[in-house]
Each structure stands twice: as C-alpha cells, then as structure tokens.
T-cell receptor, first 113, second 117 residues
Framework: NAGVTQTPKFRVLKTGQSMTLLCAQD?????MYWYRQDPGMGLRLIHY???????AKGEVPDGYNVSRLKKQNFLLGLESAAPSQTSVYFC????????????FGPGTRLLVL | KNQVEQSPQSLIILEGKNCTLQ??????????LRWYKQDTGRGPVSLTI?????NTKSNGRYTATLDADTKQSSLHITASQLSDSASYIC????????????????FGKGTHLIIQP
C-alpha cells in the first residue's frame, strides 16, 4: 500500500515548455486534488476531481489543466510553463465528504526558468 | 472572506518542553478543523480532525482544542522531541450543502516549529 505517489519528484523547465505531473493513489479514493505550495503562503487548490471522468476548478486554476481518466490517477498539465508556476505541487486524495482525511503525496518541485 | 490565521509564525523550543500553537479562523459556515504536520520536503500528514461539537482531540503527544464560539483552536505538544520539528498547518473546512468538501478547505500558512537538543 503505497498511498499517494507523485512523479516526477523534481523538474526544471524553460519558459514555454509543457509537462505533465502524475499522481497515483492505491486507496480507492473518490476525491483527488492538486495543490501548489509557495513560500509564505498556505496550500492553494488548483483543480480537483470528485470521481473518475470529472474535474473542477479550484482557487488558482489558470495555466493548468487536469484529467482523471482512471480512478487511481490524476494528471496535472502545464501547457506553457511560466516562471510564476515555480512551486511545489502536492497531490492529495480522500474518500470524499467533508470529514474525510486528505492523504498527501510527497510533492513535486518544479522550477521554471 | 474566509481566512485562517496561525501564530506564531515560527517557534524554537528545547527538547522535552511543551508548546502551544494557535489558529484563529473566520470560516463560516464551519464544518470541521484539521491540524496537519508537514516535515521539510514532505507532504502534510493529518494529526486531528474536529467537528463543531468536539472540544478536544488527542493523537499521542498532540492535543488539539477547539472553541467554535470564539473560532479559535490550539495544538498542544507535550514533551517535545526532535522529530516534532516541522510545520504545523491548521485547515478549516466549510460546511458544503451540496455535498463534497473539495473546494471548501482554507489552509493557514503554518507555524514552523524547531526543537533544539
């Protein structure tokens, strides 16, 4: 039982390049989330999914796209990376509903030059 | 605007000592409050979740309290250990009438705790 895993762990991009971050969970959770964490700020929700085939925007969705083709996977895409997207990205999953604990992945550090 | 304020921003204490971290929130309507521990370079890990009717909840040496009337919570760490060095994040959840709390979480900026030997 690996929990929530993220790949890659670290990536450097040039401005304008694209990439996809992969999140996988083996807990059969319905809900999955993508957050970004920047110095001096709390975690901010980018996009989330309440089930396979569904996605929704969070607080800071601009410049990102997501897909949930399989229940266990949640992909975060950057179509044209910008330096402002330099951040640590965390994926999380939960069993839905308000009281359920969110389980976080180890994070992906992204540097956009 | 829903906000979560944590204090202090950072704290240094000696190993074996106790400490208390504070969280004030303006989130309404309130569903639950969570405390997470985040080690450097790792993802947050849940410590406690408390609903409106719960005043206190413990997890080992961690005890969280909640006063829903004053919208304040605290996390008390007893007999601190070097492994307690981390950021502690307070998260408050909105009560979602339509079901699902995916976009109803407000995160605090965290308190950075350092335990010195």
């Amino acid at each position: 039982n690996a929990g929530v895993t993220q790949t890659p762990k670290f990536r450097v991009l040039k401005t304008g390049q694209s990439m996809t971050l992969l999140c996988a969970q083996d807990m059969n959770h319905e809900y999955m989330y993508w957050y970004r964490q920047d110095p001096g700020m709390g975690l901010r929700l980018i996009h989330y999914s309440v089930g396979e085939g569904t996605t929704a925007k969070g607080e800071v969705p601009d410049g990102y796209n997501v897909s949930r083709l399989k229940k266990q996977n949640f992909l975060l895409g950057l179509e044209s990376a910008a330096p402002s997207q330099t951040s640590v990205y965390f994926c999380a999953s939960s069993d839905g509903e308000e009281r359920e604990t969110q389980y976080f992945g180890p994070g992906t550090r992204l540097l956009v030059l | 605007k829903n906000q979560v304020e944590q204090s202090p921003q950072s704290l240094i204490i000696l190993e074996g000592k106790n400490c208390t971290l504070q969280c004030n929130y303006t989130v309404s309507p309130f569903s639950n409050l969570r405390w997470y521990k985040q080690d450097t370079g790792r993802g947050p890990v849940s410590l406690t979740i408390m609903t409106f009717s719960e005043n206190t909840k413990s997890n080992g040496r961690y005890t969280a309290t909640l006063d829903a009337d004053t919208k304040q919570s605290s996390l008390h760490i007893t007999a601190s250990q070097l492994s307690d060095s981390a950021s502690y994040i307070c998260v408050v959840s909105l009560k979602m009438y339509s079901g699902g709390g995916a976009d109803g979480l407000t995160f605090g900026k965290g308190t950075h705790l350092i335990i010195q030997p």
